[in-house]
């Protein structure tokens, strides 16, 4: 049984590290003209849509944000359930030569980054695709990383990491479980 070893963010820590990210994609993008962001569900959305909000604050650009539900591309489905519960993707606008950002709570194998890549271009060819995470806890499998990362967090293959994000949880932090 695992039980809570740390807490390694609280909301502060959270809310610093998002503004910080916020500001990196503005500098590498030269403003937010041409920028979307894309949620991975569940908890890469509200993510999203507070670097959206930092960023409105920033420059007065509003930066269209949409869910990606990358259930259907994953390679370990048979791993998540028997069956696949299609959640849908919402992206109300066209990533067609767009920069778009996708945004996840935790990078781990990479497993995750690579199904929404493989998902976006069902949406059309962007321009380019980065990669937000709010945490960076290592173990990659296969060759992605991060453009922007809130925390990297050295941890064990067992150990788990959870972020919590109102408004699907009560609380904002990031939590690491191990035995």
Do not use: W
């Not at 990659?140 to 990491?161: C, F, H, M, Q, S």
């Amino acid at each position: 049984m695992q039980h809570l070893k740390s807490i390694l963010m609280d909301e502060t820590a959270v809310d610093r590290a998002l503004k910080r990210i916020s500001h990196e994609i503005l500098e590498k993008n030269q403003g937010g003209g041409g920028l979307c962001l894309l949620g991975i569900k569940r908890r890469g959305v509200p993510l999203a849509e507070k670097i959206a909000q930092n960023i409105f604050e920033i420059e007065g650009v509003k930066v269209p944000v949409g869910s990606l539900d990358i259930t259907l591309y994953r390679d370990d489905l048979s791993e998540v359930s028997e069956e696949a519960v299609l959640n849908s993707s919402n992206i109300p606008f066209s990533v067609a030569a767009k920069k778009v950002v996708l945004v996840d709570d935790v990078l781990f194998t990479g497993r995750t980054a690579r199904a929404a890549l493989e998902a976006v271009m069902k949406f059309g060819r962007p321009e380019a695709v980065q990669l937000a995470v709010l945490v960076d806890r290592g173990h990659r499998e296969l060759p992605i990383r991060g453009d922007y990362v809130g925390k990297n967090v050295p941890t064990a293959k067992n150990e788990r990491v959870f972020v919590k994000m109102p408004p699907i949880d009560s609380v904002c932090s990031v939590e690491i479980f191990g035995e």
